[in-house]
């Protein structure tokens, strides 16, 4: 097992370090191919309960790139499990334009829920623009229409922006589309691997790698106020060292040297703060550390592993994992260190904690019963629930509208690779991306614009 995150992986952590040597002399001589998402259906398991996701229809939009567009749209939406796209070789009426309705009973005969249809235009600047009406042939009602004006290559950013829009139409919540994943992508074998820190849309596609494996890779994180921004470890030959890496800009930065090893950096919601492990003389502590002026104060002075912190979103709180009691827990404590106690409640080690976006929800991992589980409970430690099970899971991240949760998962003798589960535990599916894969990390939704969001056009059906 790849057990990576502190406490369950402290000791391989320190095995890392110690033939690093090793390590980095192989691995830089190894350049693997690019793993590809793959073209196939993205497969959902609705593994509780009886959901009935709502049937849409998404009509490939004309003009170019049009089909892989809609493409694009319905893998979103069905991966979402709230959306069963239809199969467009059953459409009946053809020919849709943005200038008319639907037929509305032909849409109904096929049992859709919903009409999505669109056009891509060229415009004399050389950019396009992305049309698209929403319909509810029931009520035979305009739920929505917009036009986004952009580069012909942003076709696939266009299909995640529409996918998100309609998600948040007929959901009342806002989408996730639109974001990336940062996360170690892993390759080689257990004693030549080659870890790099990776980037890719959240469905796997445009992958980019930014570091080339001469460092192992540990503990990404995005800053949730600067989608561009991200912090991890790196262990070198004789050091460990947090960065700071501008996605922009391509700048990397280091938080400077510390006397021992650091772990599982995370920054504050307002990007002003990191909050950090360090391990010096034998015991771990929780650090953070004043970004601007890089003042450091130590939060927790216990002789327990106290490690992988993790702020609430108004950055008042605290969560992190300490053995203190004499098996991992999970604690809260006020941001300057105060107030520090225990919430998890249950049996088992509890690990890797991540205060959701909304605030009211903390994911952990829970490993007990032989198997290794993706779980929430409530801020106070009540409410514990566990979405996901199998012979080894870690590292819950968010997706920025704090309904799904992306973690790495690892099959007896097989590989590990990226998946989601939804609150509901009901929707696991396997992320998109095609390679091996640890320490995901969800960004915000993505700020810049590339395109002009036009108006949202009359919206006749009520709610």
């Known amino acids: 097992m790849n057990l990576r995150e502190p406490l369950m992986r402290l000791n391989r952590l320190l095995a890392s370090v110690a033939i690093l040597a090793m390590t980095v002399g192989t691995a830089t001589a190894q350049t693997p191919p690019t793993p590809q998402p ?58 849709l334009t943005l200038a008319n309705a639907p037929n509305f009973p032909q849409w109904t005969s096929i049992g859709a829920q919903a009409v999505l249809y669109g056009a891509v235009t060229p415009r004399p600047d050389g950019r396009n623009d992305f049309g698209f ?63 790099r820190l990776a980037i890719s ?95 450091l104060r130590r939060l927790t002075t216990d002789p327990g592993i106290d490690t992988s912190p993790s702020f609430s979103p108004d950055n008042s709180q605290i969560v992190f994992t300490s053995d203190r009691s004499g098996s991992a827990r999970l604690y809260t404590m006020r941001a300057d260190g105060t107030g520090q106690r225990p919430i998890s409640r249950g049996g088992g080690l509890y690990t890797a904690p991540n205060w959701s976006p909304r605030g009211d929800l903390i994911a952990f991992t ?16 009540s409410g514990e629930r566990i979405l996901s099970s199998s012979y080894f899971e870690e590292g819950p991240s968010w997706a920025p509208n704090g309904r799904y949760i992306m973690f790495a998962r690892q099959s007896p003798g097989g590989e590990t690779r990226l998946w989601t589960v939804d609150l509901s535990g009901r929707v696991v599916s396997q992320a998109g991306y095609g390679g091996r894969g640890t320490d995901p990390a969800w960004s915000p939704l993505l700020d810049d614009q590339p395109a002009n969001l036009g108006g949202g056009g009359p919206d006749g059906c009520p709610t």
């Open 366 to 381: 829970k490993q007990g019963g032989g198997r290794f589980s993706t779980g929430v409970m409530n801020t106070d430690g």
């Open 201 to 295: 849309d959240q469905d796997g596609f445009n992958p980019v790698y930014l570091t080339q494996g001469d460092e192992v890779i540990m503990s990404p994180r995005f800053s949730l106020n600067d989608p561009n921004e991200i912090t991890y470890v790196a262990l070198g030959r004789d050091y460990s060292r947090i960065y700071l890496f501008n996605l922009s800009t391509g700048r990397r930065e280091s938080l400077g040297e510390f006397d021992g090893q650091v772990l599982a950096p995370r920054f504050s919601n307002d990007g002003t703060k990191m909050a950090f492990s360090i391990i010096r003389g034998g015991n771990t502590d929780v650090y953070v550390m004043d970004l601007s002026s890089r003042q």
């Open 133 to 195: 009406r929403l319909y509810d042939p029931y009520r035979q009602c305009q739920l929505a229409s917009y036009q986004f004006t952009a580069t012909p290559e942003q076709w696939r950013r266009i299909g995640h922006k529409i996918a998100d829009l309609v998600y948040q139409r007929m959901t009342g919540e806002s989408g996730f589309f639109d974001s990336r994943v940062v996360f170690v992508a892993e390759s080689g074998t257990q004693l030549n691997r080659l870890s």
């Open 38 to 95: 793959s073209g196939d259906p993205v497969e959902v398991e609705i593994d509780q309960g009886v959901l009935r996701p709502m049937q849409i229809a998404v009509v490939n939009f004309t003009g170019q790139n049009g089909a892989d567009l809609g493409g694009v749209i319905r893998a979103n939406l069905r991966r979402s499990g709230y959306f069963e796209p239809l199969d467009p070789a059953g459409f009946v009426e053809t020919g």
